[in-house]
Every structure is written in C-alpha cells, then in structure tokens.
C-alpha cells in the first residue's frame, strides 16, 4: 500500500479511505500551519506523478478487506491535482464502487477549465480559500510566484457554478494573521458569490510547519462564523470525536519509539510502513493522553 492510507477517522468525512496522487510535500503552496511541514517540491506543474493503474489496483485489494469506508478521499502529502491522471482515477474508483468520492484541494489550480473537468465525477470537492487578499495569501500560503489570489478566487468560483456535486469551502485562521474583522469581512463578500453547501471554518489543531501559527479560540471563531452567515459551521478539533479506528499495537510501536529517542514524523513512518497522515492520527490521540509531546529543533519537529 504505498499510495492508500487508513481508513482513518475524519472530521468530517467519517471513515476515510485516503489516496495520495503525489510525492510528500508536493504543493502550490507552502502553508505555515500545514501539519505535514513546510513543503520540499513547491510547483505548479502537473504531472504523472503517480501511475493511476497503481491507484486503482490498490483501491480495488482495500476494498476486498471489506472495511467500513464512508468516503474515498485524495488528500494526503500536497496538492492532489497536481497529479495530470487524476481524471482516470476518479473514473477508475466509479467503477470499482459506489463509495463517495472527495477531494481535498487548496483550490489554486482551479482557474484551468481542464482541472475543473478532471474533477466533475466527484461527489464533493473541498477547496481551501484562507483570505482574499495578495498581501495574507503570501504571509499564510506562501503561494508558488505565479500564483495570485484573484485567480485563485476566479477559479473556485467558476468551479462552484460549473460542478453538480457538493462544494464545501474551508478557511483556516491563524491568529494574528488572517483574523482581523476587515479581512473576514472582505472574504464574506468574495464567497456569497459562490455556489457553496457550506462554509467549514478552522484553526491551527495539529503541531503546524511554523511555530508562529498559532490557533484560535472557540469564541473567537465563534465571531467569524456570525460574520459569514448561516452557511458556515466551526470544524476546528475542540474535542475529539469518539469515532475510532486504531490499532493498540500501533500505539504501543509509537511509545516505545520515542522513549528511546526524539523521531519525526517520517521516522515513525518509515519505521512502521504507515502512511504520515495515518501516524498523524496515532501521535495525535497520545498527545491528548499526555503520553506523546512536540518539540522543534533546527526548522525540524520531532515527538518524544
């Protein structure tokens, strides 16, 4: 399994089957929350990055597991519409189930009508839009050069109007960064255009790429979701669900790992053969147990 991971619990989404269409850290953008670190191969160029037969056949062996799976989610280690066959995995995934399909995009690429295309057999597409303005989009994104938001926005919105599935908007605050009433208040009106099912506010609740991005507080989301209206809820992780689907051995590999020493997150990947955004799942509950904590040393965030 070297593309699909979980399913994991979701949020959102339930249990989540993720597929990664692209190599770790591969991203238009370079998020200073982003809790995969900061990005390695930042571009906007879309290739075969990986073969769409290997997704599939990996999709069609989990399948066979028989495991609960709400959603099939591409997510995963960057941006998955970088990935120039992700039209023939979608319509690969159609014909081996009838499982949802999302994706989760920070929605830069969405001004090219052929991405917008290779998206429409999905049945739910997460775009990220995190502000309307060049100035934060550069402080939070740190966007590919060629990026400019107003694209960004022209592309989220164009695809909005075009797409027969469901469209949920997400906006990640930062606090001290994209919070201030003035910008929301800018967002607000960029986004009532758009054809959005809802509005899905968040906050930095997972260890970010920067030490600086720091989150919210529940009142403080509170007051921009009043501001941007009915269709908006708060996702952000204030308490974890009860929804499970861990290993105890897992965990067990994990603590003995970082009592010998302080690993990183690749380490503890490497080591055990799961996929970083699964061991994300696994480091998370023991930091809530106060069994696992964070440090950054050198740009570096490693667990012990």
């Not at 039209?87 to 399909?101: F, H, V, W, Y």
């Not at 990640?172 to 929301?184: A, P, Q, R, T, Y």
């Not at 403080?220 to 669900?241: M, P």
Request: proline share 4%; charged share 30%.
């Amino acid at each position: 399994m070297g593309q699909i991971f979980g399913p994991v619990p979701s949020r959102r989404l339930g249990f989540s089957l993720g597929v990664d269409t692209i190599p770790f850290k591969t991203c238009s953008l370079n998020c200073i929350y982003c809790q995969l670190g900061r990005t390695i191969n930042k571009t906007i160029q879309r290739k075969e990055y990986i073969a769409a037969d290997d997704i599939s056949r990996e999709i069609e062996e989990v399948l066979r597991e028989g495991k609960r799976i709400d959603y099939i989610t591409f997510s995963g280690s960057g941006e998955p519409t970088l990935n120039s066959e992700i039209r023939r995995m979608i319509s690969r995934i159609k014909e081996l189930t009838s499982i949802p399909l999302a994706i989760l995009t920070n929605g830069t690429l969405l001004y090219r009508p052929r991405i917008r295309e290779d998206l429409m057999e999905a049945d739910l597409v997460i775009p990220s839009l995190d502000t309307v303005t060049q100035e934060i989009f550069e402080m939070v994104n740190r966007p590919h050069p060629s990026l400019k938001i107003e694209k960004v926005i022209t592309g989220i919105d164009s695809f909005s109007q075009e797409f027969n599935g469901k469209v949920w908007l997400e906006i990640m605050v930062v606090k001290g960064i994209n919070d201030s009433l003035e910008e929301i208040e800018k967002a607000a009106q960029v986004i009532k255009q758009m054809n959005l099912e809802k509005i899905q506010l968040n906050t930095v609740v997972r260890p970010p790429a920067e030490e600086f991005a720091r989150p919210l507080t529940r009142e403080d989301l509170n007051n921009i979701k009043t501001v941007l209206g009915k269709k908006c809820e708060i996702i952000a992780e204030f308490k974890r669900a009860t929804q499970k689907a861990y290993k105890r051995d897992v965990e067990k590999s994990i603590l003995s790992m970082v009592k010998r020493r302080p690993v990183t997150l690749v380490d503890i990947s490497h080591s055990l053969g799961l996929h970083r955004n699964e061991i994300i799942k696994y480091v998370e509950t023991l930091e809530k147990k106060h069994q696992v904590k964070t440090e950054v040393h050198s740009g570096e965030r490693y667990y012990r």
